[in-house]
């Protein structure tokens, strides 16, 4: 264990350290206030769901228990939002807000870890500003749909600090709030599946328990495997079920390692040079075997110091395998989604590559001469890292800004013209809608929104004929979705073809019978033909 050189006058101030990191950590995410929604996954997890707009409500707390909605299981994750809406209403601003409070919290827990770890007060606090302002976390607060990051994390350092507390003092009320720490970072995101694995490293340093505790240290552990099993099963069956998994077919398992192993690299090569990051980084379809064998090499070359150091410098094993181990389930050997890589699975794992640096310097930058010199720069780093994230967070101000940002970064991609075309839609802004969504379909002609949405640009325009071929589109890619139906009868009922129209508009009420829009404008069609004027679109 390190020596304890933390003073008592120091102990007192160290509340003045939190207020000045939580001050100083806020500044870049304060901008937030005024910043919008993004229409990529937050009208799922906020505005257009009803049962979060709603607020609390007993029948909202049951769903969240039992939903796979989003192709996760996180019931913390939607009461939170709940939370929100019953609090502030279903508004950006609110939402932002809380995430930046959340934010703060966890930056603050990482402050007491490393001060559990015995680490000097300054070393802890530029550790801890260090992560809190590093860039790569913004998308973890500004993307409001990412609170179940900031959840996980808070709860899973949390687990971590009163795991310590547990060993030292031995108390069995540790051991429980410890588990129930645990397990609502499990009910937050279940990336927090790895955590089990931590405790292990703690015991093994600073802690030391193999030597005379080594029975001891994996029965306690038990019953927290048991809930990582149970965890793991449960989002495998919920993203199965979503169709959230991609196949061996679309993902080989050596394209899935090879962009792993990558993966690993780029996000040290991010912590220490954080430019060009941005929301989507397309999966890499044809990865060059140099840059494996250059990723692997790298990685091999580091596991290979850390260990023959392990005996003078224990933690930086200890900050390299936590690095590892807790990126393990984020890595992409079980691929979700088309992004290579992203920037917000590096909120928790990072710590162990700033704790493993940032010790070294601390213990082999020891003469009072070398700690200025260091403290200087390192004050300069984090104010660097301060304007990058102000930078960065920016970026999240609304649709069309990030996504714009995303395309100078990676080139042309489809999910960023999607979501840009479809943010032109949305403010009426018709000709760049159509350049993007037409982008979007050459790059995926098999997704059924793009074309459905492409045909309302074209509708708006009043382009009839364009329109029509897109929703037939559509409708020929996935026969069971409502809305291209709803479209093409306004199209008829346009030419007079009231006929025509109803009979695609019962169609549209036979796939979506729910859909109070489809059933109105056919029951007016019947009941009022010689009277009725249709709407624009839906």
Sequence with gaps: MLENRISKSQRSKVWLWIIFLALIISLPYLQMRSHAFINWDDPFYIYDNPLVTAGLSWTGIGWAFI?????????????????????????????????????????????????????????????????????????????????????????????????????????????????????????????????????????????????????????????????????????????????AVKSVVDFPFTDRFANAVISYWIYIRQSVLPFDLTVFYPYPYHTSTISVVVACLILGLITVVVIRHRQNHPYLLWGWLFYLAVMFPVIGLVQIGGHAHADRYTLLPQLGLILAIGLFLDNTFVTINLRRVTTVILTIIICIMMILTFRQVSYWQDNKTLFNQNLLVTGGNELAHFNLGTAYLENHEFDLAIIHLSAAADLNPREVTTYNNLGVAYLRQDKLLLAESNFNKAILLNPAIAQPYFHIAVIKIRQGNLNGATKILEEAVRRAPDWKEARNLLHQIQSLPSTFSPPLDE
């Design 67 to 243: 939903t796979g909605f989003t192709a996760n299981w996180h019931p913390l994750t939607w009461l939170s939002h709940m939370l929100d809406s019953s609090l502030f209403g279903p508004t950006p601003s609110a939402t932002h807000m809380v995430n930046m409070i959340w934010y703060i919290g966890y930056v603050i827990l990482i402050f007491s870890f490393f001060l559990h770890l015995n680490v000097s007060v300054s070393a802890a606090f530029f550790m801890a500003a260090f992560l809190g302002l590093h860039p790569l976390h913004v998308e973890s607060v500004a993307w409001a749909s990412e609170r179940k990051d900031l959840l996980c994390a808070f709860f899973f350092m949390a687990a971590t600090i009163t795991y310590l507390d547990y060993v030292r003092r031995g108390k069995r009320s540790l051991y429980v709030l410890t588990t129930a720490l645990f397990i609502l970072s499990l009910l937050s995101k279940p990336m927090a599946v790895t955590w089990p694995l931590v405790a292990l490293l703690l015991d093994y340093w600073p802690l030391k328990r193999f030597s005379n505790e080594f029975k001891k240290v994996f029965y306690e552990k038990i019953p927290w495997v048991a809930l990582t099993i149970s965890s793991s099963v449960v989002t495998l069956i919920v993203q199965n079920k979503s169709e």
